[in-house]
């Protein structure tokens, strides 16, 4: 299974974007999907979490600003990035776990899509 995110480029600061992810082969209504990132030099990071229910989770770095979705129409999960920082800069990656609870460690996470890049001029 691979999945496929994208939507990432190159924004302003307090600019918004929004990322998509999809699975080929794999329906992602039926899972937990994550969004991570991961800034040069530093370790992969939860940022969202959303479980087949709907219901959401979210680092504290993007609370408020960053809203996970999915359309289960066209099996699709979305992260809206709003009032973007520098510090937002990273590689996105989207990851299905296949139990049914959010969690933040990358390691619980079953399969990973290729990244997306978001980059978040000053």
């Known amino acids: 299974v691979q999945l496929q995110a994208s939507g990432g480029g190159l924004v302003q600061a307090g600019g918004s974007l929004r990322l998509s992810c999809v699975a080929p082969g794999l329906i992602l209504s039926n899972y937990v999907v994550g969004w991570f990132r991961q800034a040069p030099g530093k370790e992969r990071e939860f940022a969202a979490g959303i479980r087949r229910t709907g219901e959401t989770y979210y680092a504290d770095s993007v609370k408020g600003r960053f809203t996970i979705s999915r359309d289960n129409a066209k099996d699709t999960v979305y992260l809206q990035m709003s009032t973007l920082i520098p510090e937002d800069a990273a590689v996105y990656y989207c990851?299905?776990?296949?139990?049914?609870?959010?969690?933040?460690?990358?390691?619980?996470?079953?399969?990973w899509g290729q990244g997306t890049q978001v980059t978040v001029s000053s």
């Open positions: 990851a299905v776990r296949y139990k049914s609870a959010i969690r933040t460690e990358s390691a619980e996470y079953d399969y």
